[in-house]
Structures are given as C-alpha cells and as structure tokens.
C-alpha cells in the first residue's frame, strides 16, 4: 500500500543522546516535512524538504537537524540540543514542489526523554 | 506571519446533534485542509479546500478565500467523531502549512 511510513512507533532517549527518526513515501512525492507536536497543542513545522539535496528551517529547526539524500525518505535527528525533546513528531508529504498539493501523514513518533 | 485561528477551542454534543468548527486566517492561502487526529495521534485527511465548498457523507466544509475563513459543517455527529479538528493553511508564497491549535470535540451517546 502506498503511504508514510514513521518508525519507531515509541522512542525512549537518554540526556544528552542523540536520536534519529525515520520517515519514508512511497508516494512519489518531492515535497517532505517534519512536524512537533506538544499535548494539547497544535503542530509547529520543524524542517521542510521540497527536493532531494535541499531543506529549509521551519519555525522550531533549533536543535533538529534532517538530510534529504533520497526523494523517499527525510530522517529527523533530534540532537542533545534539543532542550525539551519529549514530544510527537509527525512526517508529512506532498506532491509537487510546494505546499499547494494535498499533504499526507504519517502515524507519528512518540519520542520521550528518560 | 499568517495566524490561524479556530474556534471554538471546545465543543460537547449529544450524538446526533449538528455542529460548526470555524478557522480564521489572517492573510491569503493557496492551501487549506482540515484534518481530524484520532486518539491514536493519526492525521486522517477530511478535505482539501483552498476556496469553494465539498461534502464528504456527514461532513462538509467551505472556504471563503476572499474573507479568509473556512467552516467544518459536522451532521448527526457519532461519538467517532471524538477527537480534534485541525485547520492547516499554506501562506501565499511560502511552501510550509501552518496550523491551528484544534477544536476538541467529544460527543457522548
């Protein structure tokens, strides 16, 4: 079945590691985003991907950091930066070059510092 | 940059009853969507409407790009319709998709 595929599901992190989320389409899409959300809260755009080889910041990039070397896949690392990681990170994606095509996500990662 | 507001941040309804979600932008979109999270936390896709009117079975929802807002029409509300509505928006020029914080609602039988 085509989709997006988030792994894993839950994610426990020490103090001061760094951890990766993974997010892959299998859509054909160009376009790939990361988002956070907090409990209660909506959701804030972490990094964004229009491209393979290129990404741009969103609202929240501190203490993130993504690559983007294949059209199908945009791992989120959530570096010892990260002052308050525990959170839900959700992936997106779209067709197109730009956020004007129907956006799709992904079932989440439920990260949580320890 | 672009606010996105909606409300009502809460609603109750008995099962049958019929509500209004509304978001508020404050700028030109070129996206809009409205997405429903399960208790699960997954983003179930309702509509995408960056103008016009749809319907999809109970739900329908209309964009007034012109004014800048968008309503969510929920009909004969089930209690699976718990859970929360967002409205997401895509500014005018800019390739991301801005949320609003959700109306949260539970319809109890």
């Known amino acids: 079945d085509g989709g997006i595929t988030q792994s894993p599901k839950y994610l426990f992190r020490k103090e001061g590691q760094n951890v990766t989320l993974s997010c892959e389409q299998n859509l054909n899409h160009d376009a790939m985003y990361w988002y956070r959300q907090d409990p209660g809260q909506g959701l804030r755009l972490i990094y964004y991907?229009?491209?393979?080889?290129?990404?741009q910041k969103g609202d929240i990039a501190e203490g993130y950091s993504v690559s983007r070397e294949k059209k199908e896949s945009f791992p989120l690392t959530v570096t010892s930066a990260q002052k308050n990681p525990t959170a839900f990170y959700l992936c997106?994606?779209?067709?197109?070059?730009?956020?004007?095509?129907?956006?799709?996500f992904g079932q989440g990662t439920r990260l949580t510092v320890v | 940059g672009i606010q996105v507001e909606q409300s009502p941040p809460d609603l109750i309804l008995q099962e049958g009853a019929n509500s209004t979600l509304r978001c508020n932008f404050s700028d030109s979109v070129n996206n809009l969507q409205w997405f429903h999270q399960n208790p699960w936390g997954q983003l179930i896709n309702l509509f995408y409407i960056p103008s016009g009117t749809k319907q999809n079975g109970r739900l329908s929802a209309t964009t007034v790009a012109t004014e800048r807002y968008s309503l969510l029409y929920i009909s004969s509300s089930q209690t699976t319709d718990s859970g929360v509505y967002f409205c997401a928006v895509g500014p005018g020029g800019y390739n991301k998709l801005i949320f609003g914080a959700g109306t949260r609602l539970a319809v109890h039988p």
């Open positions: 997106a994606s779209s067709k197109g070059q730009g956020m004007f095509a129907e956006a799709f």
């Open positions: 991907s229009q491209i393979v080889n290129d990404f």
